[in-house]
């Protein structure tokens, strides 16, 4: 079994502003509060290929799983494997709407084992909902703040 979560909001900028505010993934750990920590384990920083271990505390459960760029359109689209405890992929999608930006954000994820496998999807979709949708709204805080 697989969780699947996709959430999307409206920024109110144009989406090579919010590009911007996504691009570098070094900076996710400023609006993505389950993100602890991201260690690159390649030297590109951007684009398919790049490599980096992302420490996740969600409560008190931790993991640090190996996370790939698959995928990558300038200002419209990032694409993530995850490997490790975690596995499974993401996608940032980003669309004008209005005067401002639509940005949704895809996951299909695995639990291990020790993480309760499918049991564990079923009570950590909810709070994995919970979380990104804060998750965005720090976004939204973060692309207003100019960052």
Same mark, same amino acid.
């Given at each position: 079994?697989?969780?699947?979560?996709?959430?999307?909001?409206?920024?109110?900028?144009?989406?090579d502003v919010v590009w911007r505010a996504v691009e570098h993934v070094e900076t996710h750990t400023a609006?993505?509060?389950?993100?602890?920590?991201?260690?690159?384990?390649?030297?590109?920083?951007?684009?398919?290929?790049? %490599?980096?271990?992302?420490?996740?505390?969600? =409560?008190?459960?931790?993991? &640090?799983? @190996?996370? +790939?760029?698959?995928?990558?359109? #300038?200002? %419209?689209?990032?694409?993530?494997?995850?490997? =490790?405890?975690?596995?499974? &992929?993401? @996608?940032? +999608?980003?669309?004008?709407?209005? #005067?401002?930006?639509?940005?949704?954000?895809s996951e299909a994820l695995t639990f291990p084992w020790w993480l309760g496998g499918p049991l564990g999807?079923?009570?950590?979709?909810?709070?994995?909902?919970?979380?990104?949708?804060?998750?965005?709204?720090?976004?939204?805080?973060?692309?207003?703040?100019?960052?």
């Open positions: 079994m697989t969780v699947h979560i996709h959430l999307c909001t409206e920024i109110p900028a144009a989406p609006w993505m509060a389950d993100a602890a920590s991201i260690t690159f384990v390649t030297d590109q920083r951007q684009g398919v290929g790049t %490599a980096f271990d992302c420490l996740t505390k969600v =409560g008190p459960l931790r993991t &640090t799983d @190996r996370m +790939t760029v698959t995928e990558w359109e #300038d200002g %419209a689209v990032m694409g993530i494997e995850h490997r =490790g405890a975690v596995t499974g &992929t993401g @996608r940032f +999608t980003l669309h004008a709407e209005g #005067d401002g930006t639509r940005f949704c954000w999807e079923v009570f950590g979709k909810p709070v994995l909902t919970h979380v990104w949708k804060r998750n965005l709204d720090r976004l939204r805080t973060y692309v207003a703040d100019g960052q």
